[in-house]
């Protein structure tokens, strides 16, 4: 049979083909069904958190940084738990990365603070001497695009079926209920009450003027993004 499919090039592409296809859909058809997709006690993102994963992207700091620990003791010894599967479950795109010229960040909300970041992105020199990361300052005037986000969180709600509005137990066994507004003013109003209380831990004036008058910075909704990391 080996014999015959070498002397025939076309049937035999065609059985590489139809082999090939056949195991790609076994690997992606258990996707499509729901109870094939753990959630290890993740939640959807609020939309300030989106916001900030769209400036994350924008800025290439996936280029820079992966997000996902591999379950190496050197790994987990630095980075802390490895990554599990259901934790990606509402990573559109997910950020995986395969360079790592700065750390991996899955697990960064454990270890950095709001005001870690603020005075990281402002000056990395001062934070982590020796450091080749440039200065993101414009994050700190630029406002955040609060609209795109909140279109986003819409639709993977009604694509995905996102269980925003739902109770979620998560894995130290508290309840968490992340909000989905059904108009964009309401959705507004809650992403500045999150960005108020980020606001109130960091040190730059402007920022804090930008938010009491109304507006988010980008740096406010990227950390909103960071310290959700865990």
């Known amino acids: ?30 996707s ?10 993740t939640k959807p993102y609020s939309t300030l958190e989106l916001a900030g994963r769209n400036v994350y992207i924008a800025d290439s700091c996936n280029a820079c940084h992966s997000q996902l620990i591999r379950p190496f003791k050197n790994e987990t010894d630095r980075y802390g738990m ?12 997910f950020l995986w990365g395969s360079k790592r010229t ?25 934070v982590v001497p020796g450091s080749i990361m440039p200065a993101y300052k414009h994050m700190f005037s630029k406002s955040a695009d609060l609209e795109t986000a ?13 269980p925003y509005n739902t109770a979620i137990t998560m894995r130290d066994g508290s309840s968490v209920t992340v909000k989905l507004p059904a108009t964009y003013d309401e959705a507004k109003a809650d ?26 910075p980008q740096i406010v909704a990227l950390i909103a993004y960071l310290n959700i990391l865990k």
């Open 82 to 93: 490895y990554s599990l599967s259901g934790e990606y479950a509402y990573d559109r795109p």
């Open 102 to 126: 700065g750390p991996d960040l899955h697990r960064v909300g454990n270890y950095r603070t709001t005001d870690w970041h603020e005075n990281h992105m402002w000056d990395p020199i001062s």
């Open 150 to 162: 909140y279109a986003e969180a819409v639709t993977v709600n009604k694509v995905f079926n996102a």
């Open 32 to 41: 499509f069904v729901e109870a094939s997709r753990p959630t290890v006690g």
């Open 1 to 30: 049979m080996f014999h015959w499919l070498e002397e025939r090039p076309f049937f035999f592409a065609v059985g590489v083909f139809l082999t090939i296809a056949f195991a790609g859909l076994i690997e992606i058809l258990p």
């Open 191 to 216: 992403m500045l009450t999150e960005a108020k209380i980020i606001a109130n831990s960091m040190k730059n004036q402007d920022v804090k003027d930008a938010v009491e008058k109304g507006e988010i």
